[in-house]
T-cell receptor
Framework: QKEVEQDPGPLSVPEGAIVSLNCTYS??????FMWYRQYSRKGPELLMY????GNKEDGRFTAQVDKSSKYISLFIRDSQPSDSATYLC??????????FGTGTRLLVSP | DVKVTQSSRYLVKRTGEKVFLECVQD?????MFWYRQDPGLGLRLIYF???????EKGDIPEGYSVSREKKERFSLILESASTNQTSMYLC???????????????FGNGTRLTVT
């Protein structure tokens, strides 16, 4: 079993839809949870991070962590075609080594 | 703005060749990483370095070695390239100033290596 599981998609939605991206994990020692966005032919870039359980909002993006269920989510409101990318969850125990999900490819059509 | 530069965008090498992938960062970051990215497997850590001349194995170090002689440069070496090392290779760096969160990795745009 992988430490971090993520549905690879693709997830196709119309412009303006609310998008929900999710990851599950097995290591209860994970404390920091991140979402990276990767456009085609580019390296991933950090989108958001959260520490422990709870919600964090940044514009149209909300990151949610439920440590009791070992489940994290990223919500995108009013999705735009420019949001089309691969979204990778990542997590660590507070040290340099991150563990990544496989990424979910999101396609937002105009 | 942090810039992580990988020397080649595409590389084609033959089986058995020694291959060098170079990465340079311009933000004086202490930590540097090499990942490979494969469909269905995601990003997997090969090696990382937290200081000059220091290195630690990641999850899949077999068949690879690294070199960090200067703080800004981190090289990945494939001693004898094999077809199963065909992949996208991503270099990243991070700062100890992000402690305790080390999640702010700054990635290069990758080198797509094909071994034939």
């Amino acid at each position: 079993q992988k430490e971090v599981e993520q549905d690879p998609g693709p997830l196709s939605v119309p412009e303006g839809a609310i998008v929900s991206l999710n990851c599950t994990y097995s290591n209860s020692a994970f404390q920091y949870f991140m979402w990276y966005r990767q456009y085609s032919r580019k390296g991933p870039e950090l989108l958001m991070y959260t520490y422990s359980s709870g919600n964090k909002e940044d514009g149209r993006f909300t990151a949610q962590v439920d440590k009791s269920s070992k489940y994290i989510s990223l919500f995108i409101r009013d999705s735009q075609p420019s949001d089309s990318a691969t979204y990778l969850c990542a997590m660590n125990t507070g040290f340099q080594k991150l563990v990544f999900g496989t990424g979910t490819r999101l396609l937002v059509s105009p | 703005d942090v810039k992580v530069t990988q020397s080649s965008r595409y590389l084609v090498k033959r089986t058995g060749e020694k291959v060098f992938l170079e990465c340079v960062q311009d933000m004086d970051h202490e930590n540097m990483f090499w990942y490979r990215q494969d469909p269905g497997l995601g990003l997997r850590l090969i090696y990382f370095s937290y200081d000059v001349k220091m290195k630690e194995k990641g999850d899949i170090p077999e068949g690879y070695s690294v070199s960090r002689e200067k703080k800004e440069r981190f090289s990945l070496i494939l001693e004898s390239a094999s077809t199963n090392q065909t992949s996208m290779y991503l270099c990243a760096s991070s700062s100890d100033r992000d402690r305790p969160l080390f999640g702010t990795l700054h990635f290069g745009n990758g080198t797509r290596l094909t071994v034939t």
